[in-house]
């Protein structure tokens, strides 16, 4: 991890290559702590994310082949010449067939990063973005907050928590998001406990103030619950 880096590493890290058992077990415990305070809670949602990104590539892959599925992936990925081309990286590799793990994650919120295998225990691999559902983080699905009259997801929890829901596809304080709905301050914080209360929303403190923000099924039920499909006759001939 250090090379390429100016001077020499920290002593633990010196200690940690050269097998120091004490040092091991430090970054072991430090490494535990870090997966039940941040991971553990949400590893449902992260299982959900990878699962439903999977179940959407299956049907990509088999109607378009390989051209087809990397194109789905990011906007960013193009095949080309038979390779695979992502702007910004100035490097080429051959997988001499070794083939090319693709990986959804929950946590990535970039487009996808290149991993070269060390040609033993681990395989090449491309990382993205899990998209369960057909959206890239941060899509917005053409409705602007306010628009939700008409729709299945403000026929579903109402047009004002459909409102509120949409609206912390970005996370958002209290007053930021009675602000933007066009609410009080105290209906906005009461929305967001009724959003909190079906696990569609999270809500954490920074300080004196507190911040809202969609969990894994709050973007998943925004993924899935489009406007109301318009009737043929409603359609100009």
């Not at 097998?19 to 949400?42: M, Q």
């Not at 960013?76 to 081309?85: A, F, I, K, T, V």
């Not at 403000?154 to 949409?166: D, H, N």
């Not at 969990?215 to 039920?221: A, F, K, Q, S, Y």
Request: glycine letters at 12%; aromatic letters at 6%; a neutral charge.
């Amino acid at each position: 991890m250090w090379e390429g880096r100016a001077g020499r590493p920290p002593a633990w890290m010196r200690d940690l290559a050269e097998g120091d058992t004490e040092v091991l077990e430090l970054v072991v415990r430090a490494l535990r702590d870090f997966h039940d305070a941040v991971l553990a809670p949400r590893w449902e949602g992260v299982l959900k994310s990878f699962h439903g990104d999977l179940a959407r590539r299956m049907p990509v892959l088999a109607e378009g082949g390989h051209q087809a599925l990397f194109g789905s992936l990011h906007p960013q990925l193009q095949w080309r010449r038979d390779g695979l081309e992502r702007p910004g990286i100035d490097w080429e590799y051959e997988l001499g067939g070794g083939g090319l793990l693709l990986i959804p994650s929950a946590f990535l919120t970039g487009p996808p990063v290149f991993v070269r295998g060390d040609g033993a225990r681990l395989g090449h691999a491309l990382i993205y973005a899990a998209q369960p559902n057909g959206q890239p983080a941060g899509h917005v699905d053409g409705l602007r907050t306010g628009e939700a009259g008409n729709d299945t997801l403000a026929a579903l929890i109402g047009p004002t928590r459909a409102a509120v829901l949409r609206a912390l596809r970005e996370p958002r304080g209290t007053a930021d998001l009675a602000c933007l709905v066009k609410i009080s301050p105290a209906s906005a914080s009461e929305h967001a406990k009724v959003l909190r209360d079906a696990d569609l929303v999270e809500t954490r403190r920074e300080g004196r103030s507190v911040r809202h923000s969609l969990t894994p099924l709050g973007r998943t039920v925004l993924g899935h619950l489009r406007p109301a499909a318009e009737k043929p006759g409603d359609r100009a001939s």
